[in-house]
């Protein structure tokens, strides 16, 4: 492996400056569990790597008026374990308990989680189904991205090479709203063969608005636009769940890989986006 000079920032106005005199030339590491292995294979190989793990401003769970805010270094445990996230927004702990391995989660974060852009990364899809945004930081300023537009393609997104994410913002649910994730994977603690993550609100007992994403469905972590429309408007019956099915099947693009095919993910997605969609339902009643 090419050596590397470590760089070590004691605050985030001095990351953004090493990172804006190197760009292209740098990586960020943050808890190293996506960066670290793509090193070891010789993927990359860039000339510095600039520490931000004990940037401890950037760790937090914090209430505002109408939204949780937290840290893009926080880690999984902790947004899985913080009383805060399990009464506001319970399907986020939901999502971090079966993400990897409890090791892992004590070393990965939120933020590097988003900015590896795996498209099988668990968190993207209930973020954007949450409706979540973020934030990212350079020495131009701060910048709002709503995490729908961040994802580009497979491991690439529209952070600039100057640009840190410092923040993701996460609104509360509306009233009667039900929120559910749901993943299918060989093995606990593997990434998902799919997963889907569901948001229904109910006005009654008619669909009044829905966001359903997955995670390993395409390039990028997906919002599955045109399934959401096959519940809004509707009292869900079998019939409608059946149809959930049929379209998300043939809405997602995932491909054949070592895990499964093509063909066996739509089958996954089909049951596992129903099963997403009626446990939202019953949580938002
Ligand atoms: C054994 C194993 C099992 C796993 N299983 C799963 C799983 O089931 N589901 C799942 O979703 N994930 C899984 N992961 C992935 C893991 O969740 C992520 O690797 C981890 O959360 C990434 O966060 P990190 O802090 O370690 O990022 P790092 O590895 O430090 O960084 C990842 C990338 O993001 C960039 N980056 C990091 N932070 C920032 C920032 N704030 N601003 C700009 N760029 C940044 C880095 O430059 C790098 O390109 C698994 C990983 C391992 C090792």
Not at 81 to 95: H, N, Q, V, W, Y
Not at 126 to 146: H, M, N, Q, W, Y
Not at 205 to 231: F, H, N, S, Y
Not at 273 to 282: D, G, L, N, P, Q
Request: glycine letters at 6%.
């Amino acid at each position: 492996m090419r050596p590397f000079q470590y760089l070590e920032p004691v605050n985030l106005v001095e990351a953004c400056s090493l990172l804006s005199e190197r760009k292209e030339e740098a990586k960020i590491i943050a808890g190293g569990q996506s960066l670290l292995p793509i090193l070891k294979q010789r993927l990359i190989a860039p000339q510095y790597i600039i520490s931000i793990k004990y940037l401890s401003d950037l760790e937090y769970i914090t209430a505002v008026q109408d939204s949780i805010k937290i840290g893009a270094l926080t880690t999984h445990r902790a947004v899985e374990t913080s009383f805060l996230i399990k009464e506001r927004c319970p399907m986020l702990a939901e999502m971090e308990a079966v993400l990897a391995f409890v090791q892992v989660r004590n070393w990965g974060t939120l933020g590097g989680s988003l900015c590896h852009a795996d498209p099988a990364g668990d968190p993207a899809a209930a973020l954007i189904a949450l409706g979540a945004k973020v934030r990212a930081t350079s020495e131009r300023g701060i910048r709002e991205i709503p995490l729908g537009d961040f994802f580009v393609d497979y491991l690439e997104t529209v952070l600039e090479p100057d640009e840190i994410l410092t923040e993701i913002e996460v609104p509360y649910l509306a009233p009667h709203t039900g929120a559910a994730y749901v993943k299918e994977a060989i093995r606990f603690g593997d990434f998902p063969i799919i997963s889907v993550a569901a948001v229904v609100t109910l006005d009654k007992d008619v669909v009044k608005e829905a966001r359903i994403a997955l995670a390993a469905a395409g390039k990028t972590p997906i919002q599955a636009k045109k399934t959401e429309t096959t519940i809004v408007g509707e009292k869900v019956t079998a019939e409608v769940l059946d149809e959930v099915g049929k379209v998300i099947a043939e809405e997602i693009e995932p491909t054949s890989d070592v895990v499964a095919s093509a063909d066996y993910k739509r089958e996954v997605a089909k049951v596992i986006t129903r099963k997403a969609v009626s446990r939202a339902i019953e949580r938002a009643r």
